[in-house]
């Protein structure tokens, strides 16, 4: 019999474990978002999600979690996941609950595997915390199935360089390139360009300017600054190209300056640069040599043809230029910009090369936590007086006090890349160097001195709607993404926008007003919705603009892992229940320039005249 029980022991172990590791292997799988949602749509009914967005996130959260919380929970003792529950002994040390393995002091402090004091209550908490932070219609969600995430970018580049970033000595030269210049060599770049009536436009000239760099033959002044945009280079145009680069203008994202270098069609079978007789140096803009184009580039000065002084480069680096951000239509037109080429030009020009740059971005989940304490005697006389369930009542508290915290942190990441967009040397600027979608009411005002006639109230107010049209409009532009589909601002300032003509105000069935200290949805200005954060003072009138991007498209994303972790346990000190709730997530920032959707404006309003 002892035999026969110790075989069927064993049995059941095995199947525990193949089960166990069943479980694990599941998580890696994808979740089927159409069985997830119709699986958990009565909770999600219940919950008062009506976002579709919102709804298949949920259920595809909710999903992960149930897979996360069962082969968290469950041990080889109790596929119940309770735990291999054994009887409690006195702990010899102060403090300690039960005895077991590891009772020294400040180690364990005592315990068995699976005590039964974690409860199996961890996903209607989380459901919840999603369903309540108001933070999370501002961002994309991408629920995680485990505490770290690799996020796969892919961008394509003019040129395929991969030694390029390294910084290391290569053969290949890229034809475009940008340069990142310690000096201040796009200051130069700009004053020349006054000097010589350039415009630019964007991400490019209304002229062909060249540079040449130090050391190179110039022929004279103006020969090569070419005035208008040429069907072809004309017969000026001097056939050396050793030293000579084509200035491109600036990159549309970051306001590096762009060049383009001459390279020789390889006409030779062997075409190596050290084959002297497939090598023509005066054809190329960098020499023969072995060293990269870097190296060339260091310590090197340049001077636009048309006779101004030389600029010395500091210390440089260079990088590729992005294709979906910076288009250089001659790069696939021989150069010849505004039209196609010929038979016999494309019979002696090789095409450009555009390859891909993939790389990853590791996403670690952090935690927040929150516990609570409760005396017995605060548990029966609140009951007897008022009749209320504290312990419920506690739980509810902590679940704001989450929701809370994740909404601010939110708003924080938007007001960070908000304010970074506004500093980029990309963004407008006036003649002070200030944003130009920042609004000066006391510029429209009489109050400190003359000012434009017939302005009122309603007028000025005007004038701030249109500043916040014309940033969400530069941001679709800009971001090459969409307009903004949102704004947080104090309540002052979301006074003002509801007296504007075209407010709507927010439904009052979305239930999201009466939550206690959260950020809440106001109304709607056209399509961009009015978010208002309690906890900006009401005299910092700022306001940040925003797009609620998708997972794949560039902004800021929450990743979330365990939405909440509840555990519940009877404290010896008090005899009382205790609770601890913790939520482990991400808030991270994906994409190229996700910066670019977002955008700060300033208001400032002196003598009130807007309040």
Do not use: C
Request: net charge negative.
């Amino acid at each position: 019999m002892y035999l026969t029980y110790r075989k069927m022991e064993k049995k059941r172990i095995l199947e525990l474990i193949y089960n166990k590791k069943k479980q694990l292997k599941t998580m890696n799988f994808i979740v089927d978002k159409a069985k997830a949602l119709k699986k958990w749509s009565p909770v999600l009914e219940h919950l008062q999600v009506n976002d579709t967005e919102k709804r298949t996130w949920m259920a595809e959260y909710a999903e992960m979690h149930q897979l996360n919380e069962n082969v968290a929970y469950s041990t080889l003792g109790n596929i119940y996941g309770m735990g291999n529950v054994a009887s409690p002994g006195v702990n010899s040390y102060p403090g300690g609950t039960w005895t077991g393995a590891g009772t020294s002091f400040g180690s364990n402090q005592g315990g068995t595997q699976g005590s039964g004091d974690v409860a199996q209550n961890l996903l209607p908490v989380s459901m919840k915390i999603a369903a309540q932070t108001i933070g999370l219609d501002l961002v994309a969600v991408k629920p995680a199935s485990s505490p770290r995430i690799e996020l796969l970018f892919v961008d394509f580049k003019y040129d395929n360089n991969p030694e390029l970033q390294g910084g290391t000595d290569y053969d290949e030269r890229p034809i475009v390139f940008k340069v990142r210049d310690s000096g201040n060599l796009v200051n130069q770049l700009k004053y020349w360009m006054g000097q010589n009536s350039v415009t630019e436009l964007i991400g490019g000239l209304d002229q062909r300017v060249f540079v040449s760099l130090s050391g190179s033959s110039d022929a004279g002044a103006n020969e090569h600054f070419y005035t208008g945009v040429p069907v072809a280079p004309t017969t000026s145009e001097r056939t050396d190209k050793a030293g000579l680069l084509e200035f491109l203008g600036f990159s549309r994202v970051d306001g590096l300056a762009m060049f383009r270098a001459y390279r020789q069609n390889n006409t030779a079978a062997a075409g190596a640069y050290s084959n002297a007789g497939a090598w023509d140096e005066s054809k190329n803009t960098f020499d023969g040599s072995t060293t990269s184009t870097l190296d060339q580039l260091s310590g090197s000065s340049i001077v636009l043809l048309s006779g101004a002084s030389n600029y010395s480069f500091e210390t440089i680096s260079l990088e590729l230029v992005s294709t979906m951000e910076d288009h250089i239509p001659g790069f696939s037109a021989g150069w010849y910009n505004n039209r196609p080429m010929s038979r016999l030009e494309d019979e002696q020009t090789y095409p450009g090369v555009i390859g891909p740059d993939v790389f990853t971005k590791s996403v670690a989940v952090g935690d927040i936590e929150i516990s609570s304490a409760l005396k017995r005697t605060q548990i029966e006389d609140i009951k007897a007086s008022t009749g209320m369930d504290i312990v419920q009542k506690l739980e509810s508290v902590l679940i704001n006090e989450l929701t809370q915290t994740i909404s601010k942190q939110i708003v924080n990441k938007i007001r960070e890349l908000a304010s970074e967009n506004k500093s980029s040397n990309t963004t407008p600027k006036d003649g002070s160097g200030n944003s130009t979608f920042d609004f000066n009411v006391d510029n429209y005002t009489a109050v400190n001195g003359p000012a434009p006639g017939g302005e009122t109230y309603h007028s000025v107010q005007r004038k701030l709607v249109a500043k916040i049209n014309n940033a969400s409009n530069f941001i679709a532009t800009d971001g090459r993404v969409g307009p903004a589909q949102y704004l947080v601002t104090n309540g002052n300032l979301a006074s003002v926008l509801q007296d504007v003509a075209g407010y709507t105000i927010n439904p009052a069935g979305a239930g999201k007003l009466n939550t206690n200290g959260q950020l809440y949805p106001m109304g709607n200005i056209g399509n961009i919705a009015i978010y208002v954060d309690p906890y900006m003072r009401w005299d910092d009138n700022r306001i940040f603009l925003g797009r609620k991007n998708s997972v794949d498209q560039p902004g800021l994303i929450f990743i979330p892992y365990l939405m909440a972790q509840s555990i519940s346990l009877i404290s010896e000190a008090t005899w009382a229940p205790r609770m601890l709730i913790r939520s482990r997530y991400a808030i991270t920032d994906i994409g190229f320039f996700p910066w670019k959707q977002f955008m700060e404006i300033a208001v400032t309003d002196t003598n009130g005249v807007l309040i």
